[in-house]
């Protein structure tokens, strides 16, 4: 029994996601997907409800979507946990998927009550990290798993538009992002950045300004312009208050530090801290700011010439989330190395680079890798097209090679 009114009628699998997924299909565990609005959660429960229909002809599914009005009933806990009840099977297992589950009040002990029924197999979606580190992480300690999904892939952009790998389609997904419901729209940019501004209005007023009962949204709205033009660049909260007072616009640090944070739980911003690679910590102070889908970045801001270093940087760091690396903007003295990715122990050392054709440019890339003396990975990612030796042991990876990795 599948209670759904709208089940797509074609899908395409990501099957990155659901392979994450797989081993726990069944288990009395919550299954949690996490990201930016419009990233393509709600799909992925399709792809489930179609996994688990087409292997269990008689499978008992209950879909709830907060966005429909069909579920506007199911506002609390109780109302939640009633209606679970009321609608499970009475001799087998019900697998529960529950979308957009932050707008229901208090519905972490709706979970934990059900998760003492092992007949359910629950899975549920949230637009906001907020909702997960304090009200699901909090309650269900070692009884969930979350799942973060991003934007689409380089390789799920060729997926999704039908097209080939060529350095025009990649200027394209630099340009646009990945959102999956582009896969829709001409790739042009006055109808995809209008769609592409609306998303940002609706991540900015139903996750920021209402959940948090935002007042000055005027300021907000700045600080975001205010990242998008620096993206990739080193700020400190304070510095960042500083330099939008010197606009006229004053705000004290710790309130930019709230916004911030907000931007950051809406998963609009990813906030990157520093890395001692020597010393081996992390500093309190100073850190970068990437966007989670470069389209609305672009929308917002502009897509300029000017920008496409901190472009391919913003890329670069969004495809190593997407394989699963926990990044850092490494320090090693006084240079940077733009990102320390850690995975199961390992390391990887990265530099990005538009360009490596002069002497100057070469020395700062390589030279700032080369003084990391472990064994780890070091790779310098250049938009130009390279195949050839790797400099003195160091690798250079054009970036759409490195974006199919």
Known sequence: MIKITNFPKYLITRQHYINKVLPFIGKNIIKVFTGQRRV??????FQLIQQINTEQKNATILYINKEDLVFS???TANDLNDYVKKHQSK????????DEIQDIADFNSALRSLLL?????IYCTGSNANMLSQDIAGNLSGRFIEITVYSLSYTEFLVFHSLEDTQETLEKFLKFGGLPYLKHLPLEEIIAFEYLKNIYSTIVYRDIINRFAIRNTVFLEQLVLFLSSNIGSIFSIKKISDFLKSQKTNMPPNQVQLYVQHLSDAFL?????RYDIVGKRLFEVGEKYYFENLGIRNALWGYRLEDRGKIIENVVYNQL????????????GSHEVDFVASKGGEKWYLQVALTINDLKTIEREFGNLMRIKDNFRKTVITLDR?????YQGIEVIDLRSFLKV
């Open 91 to 98: 001799t087998g297992k019900t697998y529960v998927f529950i």
């Open 117 to 121: 029924d092992e007949t359910l197999d």
């Open 386 to 390: 390279y195949q050839g030796a790797s």
């Open 321 to 332: 989330l997407f394989l699963g690396y926990q990044v850092q903007v490494g320090v090693i």
């Open 269 to 273: 911003l990813h906030r990157v801290p």
């Open 73 to 75: 009933a199911i506002k």
């Open 40 to 45: 393509g959660k709600s799909y992925l429960l």
